[in-house]
């Protein structure tokens, strides 16, 4: 059975710019302004009210 993709919100711990991408099927990359490795910010789901 595969895993399911989800999708989480990664952010540079430098600059702050964030990115959305899809584990596992993409790595979580480095930001293209520092050079750094991205964190994870937040995992995001359907439906979700602030």
């Known amino acids: 059975m595969a895993e399911p993709n989800q ?3 990664v952010c540079c711990p430098t600059c ?3 990115e959305i991408v899809y ?3 993409e790595p979580i990359p ?7 490795p991205m964190v994870l910010r937040e995992l995001l789901r359907e439906g979700k009210s602030y």
Do not use: L, Y
């Open 7 to 9: 999708a989480v919100e």
């Open 16 to 18: 702050g710019r964030t």
């Open 23 to 25: 584990i596992p099927k």
């Open 30 to 36: 480095a930001c293209p302004d520092c050079r750094r």
